[in-house]
T-cell receptor
Framework: ELKVEQNPLFLSMQEGKNYTIYCNYSTTSDRLYWYRQDPGKSLESLFVLLSNGAVKQEGRLMASLDTKARLSTLHITAAVHDLSATYFC?????????????FGRGTQLTVWP | SQTIHQWPATLVQPVGSPLSLECTVE??????LYWYRQAAGRGLQLLFYSVGIGQISSEVPQNLSASRPQDRQFILSSKKLLLSDSGFYLC????????????????FGSGTQLSVL
């Protein structure tokens, strides 16, 4: 079974600082997703990464994918309080025709003044 | 535009009672539908998925079941709830493209927080 590991699981950072969340997966995948979840809420799609070297940015968040290393990173630049949430990465198994996603446990991010 | 509705938002049920959670999708046809469960502090686990009316696949053996009576309706049920069924249940939909890597995504409903006491 495809396994997805995120680290750190908990991240507390000061506003204005930079940090990176890491997502490793165990077998070949052809799609990697980053989702955001606010407490008690549903999941909001942030990025879809399809190919090696893919980089996507929105606001203070930038996601990248290294398929050879089976690694994705979510980089936070100059964090602000509004970024406080839990961030999940998820991957599909290669050739999946059903949209079955394997999720990491999530990184709970708290940004403080 | 497409929307997904899931209800109820919160549910507290005694052990041994039945369960019915409902999900409907609007604005699309023949979507793939999914039920995921999120236990406290954990990632999401796929429970069931469906590629069409009456077609249900189960990922995890359990005392839950799913049904798809209509194209855009997905129901999660149980005859007798267990304490371990507590969690946050999310319905999702997608229009998956067979064999082609695209920007296709899973879109999630607002979730149901189930507490079994």
């Amino acid at each position: 079974e495809l396994k997805v590991e995120q680290n750190p699981l908990f991240l507390s950072m000061q506003e204005g600082k930079n940090y990176t969340i890491y997502c490793n997966y165990s077998t070949t995948s052809d799609r990697l997703y980053w989702y955001r979840q606010d407490p008690g809420k549903s999941l909001e799609s942030l990025f879809v990464l399809l190919s090696n070297g893919a980089v996507k940015q929105e606001g203070r968040l930038m996601a990248s994918l290294d398929t050879k290393a089976r690694l994705s990173t979510l980089h936070i630049t100059a964090a602000v309080h509004d970024l406080s949430a839990t961030y999940f990465c998820a991957v599909t198994s290669r050739g999946s025709t059903l949209g079955r996603l394997y999720f990491g446990r999530g990184t709970q991010l708290t940004v403080w003044p | 535009s497409q929307t997904i509705h899931q209800w109820p938002a919160t549910l507290v049920q005694p052990v041994g009672s039945p369960l019915s959670l409902e999900c409907t999708v609007e604005g699309t046809s023949n979507p793939n539908l999914y039920w995921y469960r999120q236990a406290a502090g954990r990632g999401l686990q796929l429970l069931f998925y469906s590629v069409g009316i009456g077609q249900i696949s189960s990922e995890v053996p359990q005392n839950l079941s799913a049904s798809r009576p209509q194209d855009r309706q997905f129901i999660l049920s149980s005859k007798k709830l267990l304490l371990s069924d507590s969690g946050f249940y999310l319905c999702a939909w997608s229009l998956w493209t067979v064999g082609i890597a695209t920007n296709e995504k899973l879109f999630f409903g607002s979730g149901t927080q189930l507490s079994v006491l």
